[in-house]
Every structure is written in C-alpha cells, then in structure tokens.
C-alpha cells in the first residue's frame, strides 16, 4: 500500500512519524489551562482517549477564566501562543517541518492582481430578513424579532442591535469599510448580503472555479463591489483564475490584503472538515496576526458556533430553570426517562441559583478538530478586543448548511430539535442576520463588559440552546429519534 501523500503548507505536527490532531488538542488545551488551573491542564495532557474525553476540556476551558477578566484574557493568549508554536508549515514534500511563522518566508511567486466587478442592481436600502418563505421587514421584522425573544431563541440585546440597523439603513452600504471575507463561498458568510446592500467586499476562497461562478453571478446580481483575487495576467473567464489557498500561499494572501484601502475589516467564515479545519483556522489566524500589525485600524469579525460552551446571562438560567419546572410534551416522560437512563436523559439545563450558568451545547459529532478550530477564534476575539480592536464575535443560530446536514444524526437531532425549543435557523436568514449584526457592530461599539464571557454574550442568536430546560446532549438522542422520519424526508 502506497503512502498517503505528505500535507503541505500550514500542517499539522508529527508525532512519532504521523500528524497527530490529538496529541495537538491535549497539547493546546493544556497550554490554555497551565497559568490557571495546573491541575486541569495536567488532566487535558494525560488524556490518553482525546476523541472521546474533549468535550470536559472544552468545558474547562471557560470554567477556568470564570473566576476573574485576567484569568479569561489569560487563557485566550496562551491558547493562542500554545496553538501557534505547536503547529507547522512545510513547503514541498519531503522537507522538514518548519515554525509556523516560515510561511511568510516561503517563495511568494508573482503578486496576485485584484479584479473588481460591478453589480448591475440596485443596493438595497433598508434591512430585508428572508423567513420562510417571506420577506420581513418594518414591522413585520419588529413582530419577528419580538417572538424570537419571547421564545428565548435570540437575546433582547440581539433583538435590540437588528432594530437599530433597521432604524439606520444608510449603515447597510458600509461605506469607507471594505469587508474582506476569507471562506467567500460559506453559506454562513455575509458576502451576497452586503453585496445586495452595495457594499465593498474583498473575497478569498480556494481557487476552484464552481465557487467562483456562483460568487461572480452574486456579484453581478447585486448593488456593491466584489473585488478578487487573480494569479496571472489574463482576465478571461474569471472564475477559472480567480481564487487563492490560504493554507499553501499564506504570504501572497497577507501581502495582497495589506493593500486593501479604507478601513478595512477581516471576516473569518472559513470551514473545512476534520484536521483540514484545524490547518485553515490556524492559517487565518497567523494572517490575522500579521495583519493587525501593520493595519492597527483593521476590525475583526467571527461567527461563534452556538454548539459550543458559554457563559449565559442570570436572567437565561432562571428561564430555563422554569421552563424544567412547567415542562410539558415530552416534559411529561421526564421522571421515568431519567430512572431508566440513570440521570442521563432530559438534565436540567442549569442548576438553579447557580451564575452565570454554563451552557454546555458541544456535540461530540462535530468532533474535537472542530470545537479547536471554533475556540480558537473566540480566543482571537477576545485578545484583540483586549488590545483595543473593533470585533464583531456573534453567537450564531444552529444552521441548516450543507456541511451539517450531510451528517445523517445531525441532520435528525435538528429535524426534531423544535420538540425541545430550538429553533434550526435555513441558511439565508442566519447569513443575513449575521450580516446586520456586523454593521451594528462596525457602527455602535459594544458595550464593555467586565469580563469576556458577557461580551461574547451580547447579541447572541443562539436558536434557544441557552434557555431551554434540558442540557443539550441529555435531549440529542430523542431529537435524533424524533427527527429520523422528518430527516430522511
């Protein structure tokens, strides 16, 4: 049997002869956690079964910078620094693997070209939320947003921010803030509607030419600026030249953002599946850092999953606690359900009394690579936020993306999630929503909390994970079975 062909680029380190994710994960966690908890990090290092032990890590991870701001910011850097220094970037195959940072001393070939196209439609000029088959807006998107709060599916605070972008249409255009958006073709991803708003976007996605056919037919559809990335001279069948990888070509990438004029802001929406996530948000993560250093006036943007740990608010903890106490429906089976799967089914989402609760919505599906990859940019926005950044981090709504849905189990947990109050948001009205977030957050700054974990908080869309009343993994498996004769339809 022949070899699998050596990774290059940003890649995962060797252990014993063999990229090991896992011996990475114990090894970042474990960074994150030294300063703070030695005890915890000495635990995530001697997890010998990662795949099936990541989940306590994870939750640890938050549950160790509760205690103060310092203890927070702490974690976040020396994750970031434990990430950065572990990982490795090899030019050809057969060459030694390398720090990180020797991606941005690797041959850069010609500089790339930029191509902007011009929508030929009209912009957009007031805050249109696509929602089942209709179109809200004015008051209908007032009436929207209220159900949403009052069914615990979305914070007041997210409520709160979408009406004011609503009240200020003139900010959808973002004038002046050319919006680079790194994994251009993500279905979460605020690229078609800021273009529909006649915004500037600049766009990075691998150079394959079925993204770039739908990004361009996005362009041309739409009020705003596409601006792309071109290697070579030619701009003949665009979508067959444009495109760059950010994993083997991170230089050329850097270089050709830093000269992206106005006030610009880095919006990371990439995703890949397995090792390969982990690889590509590291990669934009060393961009990141080289960015914010020449461009001190560059603003950030992230997606947080909501299946993922967070500190919640006291007033979502007592709603949840409430909501246990009157449970219906199923709510009903809950005594029996509990005896018979030993406490393990249908647990109260919090303790009672007990703040800020810990929202515990990670998915052992997804899998540790993805829960490193997504932390990993909560703990960007969380350092540069400290460093004085602009950052847009929003807690987005579960999402009925490609990605998700090709998982068979995930795709019946969220076919029968809406037993249990969650709400699993279609593609257009997230990306959309998410989009309005951004600008309220480039216009308005958010308010300082005192500890990270309430900045992550604000505005968060989180379909109604923080204020059901069960945990989420002691419902998962009777959504799946509730959900398996809807999914297969």
Same mark, same amino acid.
């Given at each position: 049997?022949?070899?699998?062909?050596?990774?290059?680029?940003?890649?995962?380190?060797?252990?014993?002869?063999?990229?090991?994710?896992?011996?990475?994960?114990?090894?970042?966690?474990?960074?994150?956690?030294?300063?703070?908890?030695?005890?915890?990090?000495?635990?995530?290092?001697?997890?010998?079964?990662?795949?099936?032990?990541?989940?306590?890590?994870?939750?640890?991870?938050?549950?160790?910078?509760?205690?103060?701001?310092?203890?927070?910011?702490?974690?976040?850097?020396?994750?970031?620094?434990?990430?950065?220094?572990?990982?490795?970037?090899?030019?050809?195959?057969?060459?030694?693997?390398?720090?990180?940072?020797?991606?941005?001393?690797?041959?850069?070939?010609?500089?790339?070209?930029?191509?902007?196209?011009?929508?030929?439609?009209?912009?957009?000029?007031?805050?249109?939320?696509?929602?089942?088959?209709?179109?809200?807006?004015?008051?209908?998107?007032?009436?929207?947003?209220?159900?949403?709060?009052?069914?615990?599916?979305?914070?007041?605070?997210?409520?709160?921010?979408?009406?004011?972008?609503?009240?200020?249409?003139?900010?959808?255009?973002?004038?002046?803030?050319?919006?680079? &958006?790194?994994?251009?073709? #993500?279905?979460?991803?605020?690229?078609? =509607?800021? @273009?529909?708003?006649?915004? +500037? *976007?600049? !766009? $990075?996605?691998?150079?394959?030419?079925?993204?770039?056919?739908?990004?361009?037919?996005?362009?041309?559809?739409?009020?705003?600026?596409?601006?792309?990335?071109?290697?070579?001279?030619?701009?003949?069948?665009?979508?067959?030249?444009?495109?760059?990888?950010?994993?083997?070509?991170?230089?050329?990438?850097?270089?050709?953002?830093?000269?992206?004029?106005?006030?610009?802001?880095?919006?990371?929406?990439?995703?890949?599946?397995?090792?390969?996530?982990?690889?590509?948000?590291?990669?934009?993560?060393?961009?990141? &850092?080289?960015?914010?250093? #020449?461009?001190?006036?560059?603003?950030? =943007?992230? @997606?947080?999953?909501?299946? +993922? *740990?967070? !500190? $919640?608010?006291?007033?979502?903890?007592?709603?949840?606690?409430?909501?246990?106490?009157?449970?219906?429906?199923?709510?009903?089976?809950?005594?029996?359900?509990?005896?018979?799967?030993?406490?393990?089914?249908?647990?109260?989402?919090?303790?009672?009394?007990?703040?800020?609760?810990?929202?515990?919505?990670?998915?052992?599906?997804?899998?540790?690579?993805?829960?490193?990859?997504?932390?990993?940019?909560?703990?960007?926005?969380?350092?540069?936020?400290?460093?004085?950044?602009?950052?847009?981090?929003?807690?987005?709504?579960?999402?009925?993306?490609?990605?998700?849905?090709?998982?068979?189990?995930?795709?019946?947990?969220?076919?029968?999630?809406?037993?249990?109050?969650?709400?699993?948001?279609?593609?257009?009205?997230?990306?959309?929503?998410?989009?309005?977030?951004?600008?309220?957050?480039?216009?308005?700054?958010?308010?300082?909390?005192?500890?990270?974990?309430?900045?992550?908080?604000?505005?968060?869309?989180?379909?109604?994970?923080?204020?059901?009343?069960?945990?989420?993994?002691?419902?998962?498996?009777?959504?799946?079975?509730?959900?398996?004769?809807?999914?297969?339809?």
């Amino acid at each position: 049997m022949s070899e699998a062909p050596q990774a290059t680029g940003v890649v995962i380190p060797t252990v014993d002869g063999a990229p090991s994710t896992s011996a990475l994960g114990r090894g970042v966690v474990a960074d994150a956690l030294r300063s703070v908890h030695p005890e915890w990090a000495r635990d995530a290092e001697t997890t010998t079964d990662w795949r099936g032990g990541y989940l306590r890590h994870f939750r640890r991870l938050v549950e160790a910078g509760l205690p103060s701001r310092e203890a927070a910011l702490t974690v976040a850097a020396d994750g970031l620094t434990g990430l950065r220094s572990r990982m490795r970037h090899r030019h050809r195959p057969g060459d030694a693997e390398q720090p990180l940072d020797a991606a941005f001393d690797a041959p850069a070939g010609a500089p790339l070209r930029t191509v902007t196209v011009t929508g030929s439609g009209e912009a957009r000029r007031d805050l249109v939320v696509p929602y089942r088959g209709d179109r809200l807006h004015g008051e209908s998107l007032d009436r929207q947003l209220d159900r949403w709060v009052d069914g615990g599916v979305i914070e007041r605070s997210c409520a709160e921010a979408v009406r004011t972008v609503a009240a200020n249409p003139d900010w959808l255009a973002l004038r002046g803030r050319p919006v680079v &958006v790194l994994g251009a073709g #993500a279905e979460m991803g605020p690229l078609t =509607a800021l @273009l529909r708003w006649g915004a +500037d *976007v600049v !766009a $990075v996605d691998l150079p394959r030419p079925a993204i770039w056919q739908r990004l361009l037919e996005t362009a041309h559809r739409g009020g705003g600026r596409l601006h792309v990335p071109v290697a070579g001279g030619d701009d003949a069948d665009l979508a067959q030249r444009a495109g760059a990888d950010l994993l083997h070509d991170l230089r050329r990438v850097t270089d050709w953002l830093g000269d992206v004029g106005g006030a610009p802001v880095l919006g990371n929406y990439v995703y890949a599946d397995g090792p390969l996530n982990v690889r590509v948000a590291t990669a934009v993560d060393a961009l990141t &850092v080289r960015l914010r250093a #020449a461009r001190p006036d560059l603003a950030l =943007a992230f @997606l947080a999953t909501p299946t +993922d *740990v967070f !500190a $919640v608010p006291d007033d979502a903890v007592e709603e949840a606690v409430r909501r246990y106490a009157t449970a219906t429906g199923i709510g009903r089976l809950r005594r029996p359900l509990r005896a018979l799967s030993g406490g393990r089914l249908l647990a109260p989402n919090y303790p009672a009394g007990r703040y800020p609760g810990i929202n515990d919505s990670l998915v052992p599906q997804q899998g540790p690579n993805y829960a490193l990859a997504k932390r990993l940019q909560r703990w960007r926005a969380a350092h540069e936020r400290a460093a004085g950044a602009t950052v847009s981090l929003t807690v987005a709504p579960a999402t009925r993306t490609r990605s998700v849905l090709k998982n068979r189990l995930l795709a019946a947990a969220y076919a029968g999630a809406h037993r249990f109050g969650i709400e699993i948001f279609e593609p257009a009205t997230s990306n959309t929503l998410m989009a309005a977030l951004l600008v309220h957050d480039l216009h308005v700054p958010r308010p300082a909390g005192t500890h990270p974990w309430q900045e992550e908080a604000y505005a968060a869309a989180h379909g109604g994970l923080w204020r059901q009343a069960y945990t989420p993994r002691s419902a998962l498996g009777i959504a799946v079975l509730l959900g398996i004769g809807a999914a297969r339809g």
